[in-house]
């Protein structure tokens, strides 16, 4: 186990705006920054950071947490492993006790996976640069190509020897398992239950995650043997699943955040030969067509997309197929070709970096209005071609989420395509109700759903029976209603349970002066005050249970016990009860000369409210159930100190009332 000290040192020094930044593209927004939630997909940010908390919340999918509840659900780690890797983040020594052997075995079933990777890249280096076959092959392949020497390093290339069983002897030599080299598909065995090297004699590349971890490699052949695949890639394993894997994301996510854009190309070669140029905000798909979850790994850091082509004109027909799903992710798609003959790695070391740059920059063009011109001049004067071009371009519009930009393309496309706007837009509704229809979204015709003559898409009526009505609608009240009228009461005792919760994390650390009171902690007067109060919500319960134990051992809580707490459920309403989604503009009381009340202004007012609300649902809870045994008592002592009851519950209630009203009016 990780030792306290050791822990506290990580939580005081990790900065929750780094830790997630290095994963979501964050945006200031008030007094939180934002960015595209990475635990679920959405196009609108609501996925807010709170660096003065050190907390983050999603608004949408409801995930929150501290910098170690992050790493642990977006990289799928246990609490120790996130501890690891934030304390290898900020260069903190781990101290640990000593554990079980079967601890440590659970823990680390994962983490060897990357291990034995990290062995087998340090192992593919060194051949490169100190073996024989390394450096007489592998080295001298990069050279041919034009790579330096620091992009080779950068990137951490390598060469595995054409041995049958090179890495893994290494490897098993170094005290690691067959078992690992076989998960990760560094080691294949064959009918005979024999080990051997997937990647022998060819020059190797490294995938890394998000953090710079290796969890898969590529292998090129440098043999013209056409029976050997040119390029071999690692298998699916617990750490590497290459369909949410995009090559080079971990060196360049920081250079796509700061140019905002990201360049999309084909090979590893290509990748290599834009850093050489300098250009740094560049990925490849990683051995495979591109698939919606890359495309929404490039959506956490930049909405701007620029497709690199291969000059190859069937290969430039063939992509432009697969491109509408990045068009359908609200992503903006810019295309650049090279010359016939040139892929952006053969092209840069033609005519050198700089003008390579130049040649990207001046050669940028929107991916409708380039696959229109592309397909145009194909179809030529056909005009059943140009008739079946005008609908693919139009499907490739329709794609499009956002009808302001749909809109604009249509327009343009109308004269490039010479073809009246309404026509395409016409055809354009038509395909969005095909698709609307398919969806089983609704049965609504085409005059109420689209895109109208202005090219923005109107509402669809709402039907809030689509189905006809059900046969109990108009049913009178009874039972039902009473059921209906319980669960709203427990709600309201949810709520204000909530609410109370809400400032002992967010107050309870002040010390006030009020009336009779005098240097009086907020926690402390609240927990009095709550004294003769039950908490229904078992949550709620545990964070009072806990607040008050620690008062009464000499302690006062703060919010961030409550965050980092092992119970998640505490976690979770801890840091949805300290985080909203909404901030206040200065511009309400700076332009507009309206001013809106805090409420830390008047606390005591606020935590009193707090306090005297939750008490005034549970006498109103008390007097509903006193009702119903006065309704029902049969015996005439019982039923007169039931009435008791009743009248002194009312004379509370009045008091309470009369007290709230009283606060409501400071």
């Given at each position: 186990m990780i030792n306290q000290d050791t822990i506290s040192k990580i939580m005081e020094t990790v900065r929750i705006e780094e830790v997630v930044g290095d994963f979501v593209s964050l945006k200031k927004r008030g007094t939180s920054l934002i960015g595209n939630c990475p635990f679920h997909n959405e196009k609108t940010p609501s996925f807010h950071v709170s660096v003065a908390k050190g907390i983050y919340k999603c608004f949408g999918c409801g995930k929150g947490g501290d910098s170690v509840h992050f790493i642990m659900d977006h990289e799928k780690y246990s609490y120790p492993e996130a501890l690891k890797f934030l304390a290898q983040k900020y260069h903190i020594e781990v101290e640990e006790t000593v554990q079980s052997p079967q601890n440590i075995e659970a823990q680390n079933a994962r983490e060897s996976l990357y291990i034995v990777s990290e062995f087998a890249a340090g192992f593919f280096a060194n051949e490169l640069w100190t073996g024989d076959q390394g450096r007489a092959i592998g080295l001298s392949y990069f050279k041919e190509r034009g790579f330096r020497e620091d992009i080779v390093k950068k990137f951490q290339l390598g060469y595995s020897p054409d041995v049958w069983d090179a890495l893994i002897q290494n490897a098993i030599s170094a005290g690691h398992k067959e078992e690992y080299l076989e998960k990760t598909g560094l080691a294949i065995r064959n009918d005979k239950g024999k080990l051997y090297d997937r990647f022998r004699g060819r020059v190797m590349f490294p995938i890394h995650n998000f953090t710079g971890r290796i969890i898969g490699f590529g292998g090129r052949t440098l043999k013209t043997d056409k029976n050997v695949p040119k390029y071999v890639n690692s298998p699916e394993s617990d750490i590497y699943h290459k369909s949410n894997v995009l090559y080079g994301l971990f060196h360049a996510k920081k250079a796509i955040r700061d140019t905002d854009n990201c360049y999309l190309v084909e090979g590893y070669a290509d990748v290599l030969a834009a850093h050489q140029a300098g250009i740094e905000n560049v990925v490849a798909s990683s051995g495979t067509s591109l698939t919606t979850e890359q495309i929404r790994l490039i959506g956490r850091f930049t909405e701007n997309v620029t497709i690199l082509y291969d000059g190859d004109a069937a290969g430039i027909k063939a992509s432009l197929r697969g491109l509408d799903m990045i068009l359908e992710e609200g992503l903006n798609v810019k295309v650049v070709s090279f010359p016939d003959g040139h892929d952006p790695d053969s092209y840069m070391h033609h005519v050198g970096s700089g003008e390579f740059k130049k040649y990207i920059e001046n050669n940028r063009k929107d991916f409708i209005l380039y696959k229109a011109n592309i397909l145009l001049k194909e179809a030529g004067t056909d005009p059943i071609k140009r008739a079946g071009i005008i609908r693919d371009i139009v499907e490739s519009i329709a794609k499009i989420p956002d009808d302001i930009k749909a809109s604009i393309f249509i327009k343009e496309c109308s004269s490039l395509l010479q073809v009246e706007e309404r026509i395409l837009l016409s055809e354009l509704n038509k395909i969005r109700m095909a698709k609307f229809r398919k969806s089983g979204s609704g049965n609504a015709s085409a005059g109420n759903s689209g895109v109208g003559s202005s090219g923005f898409q109107q509402q669809n009526q709402y039907q809030p029976y689509p189905d006809g009505p059900p046969d109990n609608l108009f049913e009178v009240p009874g039972a039902g209603a009473e059921a209906a009228e319980a669960a709203a009461a427990e709600e309201s005792d949810l709520l204000q349970e909530q609410e109370v919760v809400r400032l002992l994390l967010a107050y309870g650390h002040e010390l006030v002066s009020w009336d009779q009171i005098d240097n009086m902690y907020i926690g402390s007067f609240i927990m009095q005050n709550l004294a003769d109060v039950s908490f229904t919500d078992p949550t709620c319960k545990s964070i009072i249970d806990t607040y008050n134990e620690e008062i009464e051992n000499g302690h006062l809580p703060v919010a961030s016990q409550f965050i980092n707490n092992e119970n998640r459920k505490i976690v979770e309403l801890a840091i949805t009860l300290s985080t909203s989604p909404y901030s206040l503009s200065e511009n309400w009381y700076n332009k507009h000369n309206i001013y809106v009340r805090d409420e830390s202004v008047n606390l005591k007012a606020t935590i009193l409210g707090g306090i005297f609300h939750l008490k005034k649902g549970k006498v109103a809870r008390m007097l509903a159930d006193i009702s119903k045994e006065i309704?029902?008592?049969?015996?005439?002592?019982?039923?007169?100190?039931?009435?008791?009851?009743?009248?002194?519950?009312?004379?509370?209630?009045?008091?309470?009332?009369?007290?709230?009203?009283?606060?409501?009016?400071?």
């Open positions: 309704k029902t008592e049969q015996d005439s002592v019982n039923l007169e100190i039931l009435m008791q009851r009743f009248m002194f519950m009312k004379t509370v209630e009045r008091e309470i009332s009369k007290f709230l009203g009283t606060v409501i009016l400071k």
